[in-house]
């Protein structure tokens, strides 16, 4: 077996990446100082605003929360205008976000180097996103719009005992803003270069007083795209969507509420933008389309198929509350369907060797029960049931006028359907042991089946136009755990540790050339030990928090891309395993009223410790060693430094924020190819608002990549036939004008 080498210039990025991190590990320590040398009386500070978090099913101060989670506020979100969940992905430690390469509407999140990069739904997420408590099953449509959202938590390290399955990297918890019991509104327009235009408008208020509140909430988005199309000039990657959600909430009861909640989304946008980095001798490979690595990213591509990526959604979850003498007693009821039609140009040039379309439907069904009780003065506990079903269908066209020299007009037509059922049991007590002493456990016992069918009319090499209809079905059972405690040390300083059992689902493979390729595949584990300290001081004025983890990563699921006769074939399997250890830190500081500064920065060493694979895909040649590889979207370092500054401005007051973030190289292919890898970089973005005095306008300026960074974002690698990948966002700039009522 052959040995792979490390990249040339690991060794040096590692030496400046272990400067760097020295250098970023006396923030806190300048800080203090800063601190210790500071005239200002403390009566005239501000101090650091308490945030309320859910993290653990229940409500509680961020700092006495026993896990490492990063708040973002709604206001926090205003500040950077973030308008998808790839805009927060600088500001958190260890947190990436991106979208995947041949699908603009698929999240790629990853969180402590633990994520999944898959277009399709049949292999489960590995982080879990969670809006208003309902698990969003498909990565699929999970970037989402964040307009009126009230706090987005990062969840670092696996929450499988309270939020279950496919949460092993973590989880992203959205709340949104309710209805209030006064009547309210805001209105929201901006317009910007790229041919931005976006509107938002709530509305809120009593329809019976006292009992019954009302909210909807809209927001419509327009773009004309980064892209220059050099066949006929038009504009690429435009977005038209409208989005909105709708609530009832009934308060009439002093000890019962419910909230009945409605979701609509609805997008006509351009096909994903894919960039042709074939290299000579590689099927895909164009004269004059295909692009080197080192060339300047021009955002200029080539499509002749439908520019088209279509999408809907629809959903209702109703949610209900009984407040008990000792507990308190929750139900969420949720439906969700959505149906993506999505057109590609694979192969970015005029030539249609490899055009798609993709038809997925999607529809789940989900109900949890939980109860937190206070059993004693000592002991609370946490526990529920949940239920999950979830089906998923993909009708996909594939034209591979790229194979012709082998078969005439081949074509690929892949029908996968998968139904996905789960039940689960859990409970997470707490035990005060001391007063200032806590332990906590929890577990969770999770049953899941899923049952896949395939009609794959592929006109494959060895196989010419045969039907290859392929079936199967299994269940996997698991016991995941949580066991910690947490240490108030005085009123400033908490201290925690636990250990932690994490499980993804096992699965089939939706893509296929013969039966047998089906699979199914096992779950994933991971063991996770972290300790963490959380920390205020001078006053509250000054906050410091820190992890340090170790991940033990078994049975990975890696897609593999290999030969069987004549063949190239895509199969999932648990084909690796890692080990994940690093460092997270986070500073907040108000040295005085006004000005509030940021801080954070991940540490982090990620890479495979028991990874063969096949040399470019052919069994015959034998296999690498890819052990000390690095994990996809798992950089050495990552951080960000921030500013917040408010003061008064004429007849109102005005807001100053920057955000200015970090990121080591990363990697985004399997086998860390280096059309994957994606160079280390700053990305700075800035705003700036004026409001009134009475807080009912505001303008506001804001600009993202405000050096106009031109990136690669993420890329793709296979063997001897394509390279491609896709950029990241260009600079853009806008001015807002706010209204609230």
């Keep these: 077996m052959n040995a792979i080498s490390a990249s040339k210039n690991k060794s040096n990025q590692q030496v400046k990446s272990i400067n760097r991190f020295h250098k970023a590990a006396l923030i806190p320590s300048l800080l203090a100082c800063c601190y210790a040398t500071e005239s200002l009386a403390q009566s005239q500070r501000q101090a650091i605003e308490e945030v309320v978090v859910t993290a653990q099913k229940r409500e509680e101060s961020l700092q006495d929360t026993p896990i490492a989670v990063t708040a973002l506020t709604g206001n926090m979100l205003e500040r950077q205008f973030a308008l998808d969940l790839k805009d927060i992905s600088g500001s958190v430690p260890s947190l990436v976000v ?62 499988g005992t309270l939020f279950g399955a496919n949460t092993i990297g973590g989880v992203v918890n959205v709340t949104t803003a309710k209805p209030d019991s006064e009547f309210g509104g805001k209105v929201k327009v901006s317009a910007g270069n790229w041919g931005r235009r976006d509107t938002a408008i709530s509305l809120t208020g009593p329809l019976i007083e006292d009992k019954l509140l009302a909210k909807i ?46 979701e609509y989304g609805k997008g006509r946008n351009d096909s994903p933008v894919v960039m042709n980095y074939a290299d000579p001798g590689m099927a895909f490979y164009v004269p004059g389309y295909s692009k080197t690595l080192g060339d300047s990213e021009d955002f200029n591509s080539a499509t002749q198929v439908k520019d088209a990526s279509d999408y809907d959604i629809s959903g209702t979850t109703l949610t209900m509350n009984w407040e008990l003498d000792a507990a308190t007693i929750t139900s969420i009821s949720n439906y969700r ?32 029960l939980r ?137 089939f493979n939706g893509r296929i050339n013969f039966p ?19 920390t205020d001081w001078f006053d509250g004025t ?127 292919d399997t086998r860390n190819h280096p059309v994957g890898s994606i160079e280390a970089m700053w990305i700075y973005n800035a705003s700036l608002r004026w409001t009134d005095s009475s807080e009912t306008w505001s303008i506001a300026l804001q600009g993202k990549n405000l050096s106009d960074e031109k990136y690669i974002a993420s890329g793709f690698h296979a063997p001897g036939v394509m390279n491609f990948v896709a950029y990241g966002d260009r600079r853009t700039v806008a001015a807002e004008v706010a209204y609230n009522f």
């Design 98 to 159: 991106t979208s995947v390469v041949n699908s603009g509407m698929t999240a790629a999140i990853s969180i402590r180097g633990i994520g999944v990069q898959e277009a399709d739904g049949f292999i489960d997420p590995s982080v879990g996103v969670v809006v208003d408590g309902v698990y969003q099953g498909s990565n699929t449509t999970a970037l989402l719009d964040l307009f009126d959202v009230e706090q987005i938590e990062i969840l670092r390290g696996p929450q």
């Design 217 to 262: 909430a809209i927001m419509q988005k327009k773009f004309d795209g980064f892209y220059e199309n050099v066949i006929d000039g038009s504009d690429m990657g435009s977005q038209d969507v409208l989005s909105g959600r709708g609530y009832l909430s009934y308060v009439g009861a002093e000890s019962f509420d419910a909230t009945l909640q409605f």
């Design 337 to 368: 369907e959505f149906e993506l039609d999505e057109w590609t140009d694979q192969d970015g040039s005029p030539q249609s060797l490899l055009d798609t379309r993709r038809i997925t439907n999607n529809r789940q069904i989900s109900q949890e």
């Design 371 to 507: 109860a937190n009780i206070a059993i004693s003065d000592r002991f609370d506990l946490t526990a529920g049931a949940y239920y999950f079903f979830q089906n998923w269908a993909l009708n996909s066209y594939s034209d591979l006028t790229a194979f012709d020299v082998f078969l005439p007009g081949y074509e690929a037509l892949m029908f996968p359907e998968q139904d996905d059922e789960s039940y689960s049991v859990f409970a997470q007590g707490y035990y005060d042991l001391t007063g200032s002493v806590r332990l906590q456990a929890g577990l969770r016992y999770t049953y899941q089946e899923k049952e896949m069918t395939i009609l794959n009319q592929t006109a494959s090499f060895g196989n010419v136009l045969a039907e290859t209809p392929a079936s199967g079905k299994d269940h996997w059972e698991n016991l995941g755990w949580r066991i910690g405690f947490d240490w108030q040390v005085d009123d400033g300083a908490m201290v925690y540790g636990y250990q932690a059992r994490g499980f993804k689902s096992g699965g």
């Design 516 to 534: 047998e390729d089906i699979g199914p595949y096992d779950p994933e584990i991971v063991d996770t030990w972290e300790v963490g300290a959380k």
């Design 542 to 668: 000054l906050r410091i928090n820190a992890a340090l983890f170790y991940n033990d990563y078994q049975d990975m699921q890696v897609d593999q891309l290999r030969y069987v006769g004549a063949d190239v074939v895509t199969r999932v399997e648990n084909a690796a395993g890692a080990v994940i250890q690093g460092v997270e830190l986070e500073v907040t500081a108000v040295p005085v009223a006004g000005l509030t500064l940021n801080a954070s920065l991940s540490y982090m060493d990620a890479e495979y410790d028991d990874f063969y694979f096949d040399v470019d895909a052919n069994p015959a040649n034998g296999q690498e060693d890819a052990s000390g590889l690095e994990l996809r979207n798992a950089p050495q370092m990552q951080g960000s430094l921030g500013i917040a500054y408010d003061m008064d401005f004429g007849p109102g007051f005005s807001t100053f924020n920057l955000v200015a973030s970090y990121s080591d190289e990363r990697q985004t």
